[in-house]
């Protein structure tokens, strides 16, 4: 099976959350994961590409999403969104349940990190931001 190239999505409106959401479900799909799990991906995927939209310099990123791999045979979907905003100044206090300086629910960053199996964030202030999120397949 030859590796999936990594497909790279423009993040810039609603519009383009929806189309992450469908490439992401796509490849989730084609790795025969249970629909619960693609629809937990999806989610996660809402809310940190809205993220972008909302908070991004420009309501501007991306989304890079592609499948991986590990050496104990799983694979699954990985997704890394990446804006050049002013990052976030108090990481812990952004991953706590109900903080936000955008007037939503403050669910986002932690909704998303418990929906997936594997969560990172890199940021800091002036250095944008990029989270990547994996979610496996189970084993065939």
Do not use: C, H
């Not at 490439?23 to 799909?29: E, F, M, N, S, W």
């Not at 084609?30 to 995927?45: F, V, Y």
């Not at 403050?106 to 997936?116: D, H, M």
Request: zero cysteines; glycine letters at 14%.
């Amino acid at each position: 099976m030859a590796p999936e190239a990594a497909e790279r999505i423009a993040i810039e409106s609603d519009g383009d959350v929806v189309t992450a959401r469908q490439r992401a479900r796509t490849l989730a799909i084609e790795l025969d994961m249970p629909s619960t799990d693609q629809t937990l991906l999806a989610t996660a995927i809402s809310e940190i590409a809205r993220n972008i939209t909302t908070y991004a310099t420009g309501g501007r990123g991306e989304v890079v999403i592609d499948v991986v791999r590990d050496g104990r045979g799983r694979q699954g979907v990985r997704v890394v969104a990446r804006d050049e905003g002013p990052g976030i100044a108090d990481l812990e206090q952004a991953l706590t349940d109900g903080y936000t300086t955008g007037g939503g629910l403050g669910l986002g960053l932690p909704g998303a990190r418990r929906l997936v199996d594997e969560f990172d964030i890199q940021t800091g202030p002036g250095q944008g931001t990029v989270v990547t999120l994996i979610k496996w397949a189970q084993r065939g």
